[in-house]
Nanobody
């Protein structure tokens, strides 16, 4: 079955960096683009970034553009999110999303808290 497992979240001070990882299984990783979404406390889930099948194209929300970088390692079925210059408003649960033919699959998420 499809499984997405995120890791790398934690508590970090403003201005610092974190790198999130998502390991995928249960489908052919290179056949699909991959995305990151997040859900801030008390708010709706929102798009963060997406990457095409072989990493040739990426897209970001305006709120993270220039600070976050999405990448993928197809040899390890892994998608990464490098987050730099973190701000308190980046505090959220971050989810890895695979848009498969049968529907969108979500991981359980990893908590990122940006606070001094």
């Amino acid at each position: 079955q499809v499984r997405l497992v995120e890791s790398g979240g934690g508590l970090v001070q403003p201005g610092r960096s974190l790198r999130l990882s998502c390991v995928a299984s249960g489908f052919i990783f290179t056949e699909f683009p991959m995305s990151w979404y997040r859900q801030p406390p008390g708010k709706e889930r929102e798009f963060v970034a997406t990457i095409t099948r072989f990493g040739e194209s990426t897209n970001y929300s305006d709120s993270v553009k220039g600070r976050f970088t999405i990448s993928r390692d197809n040899a390890r079925d892994t998608v990464l999110l490098q987050m730099n210059s973190l701000k308190p408003e980046d505090t959220a649960v971050y989810y890895c999303v695979a848009p498969l033919i049968t529907g969108n699959y979500w991981g359980l998420g990893t908590q990122v808290t940006v606070s001094s």
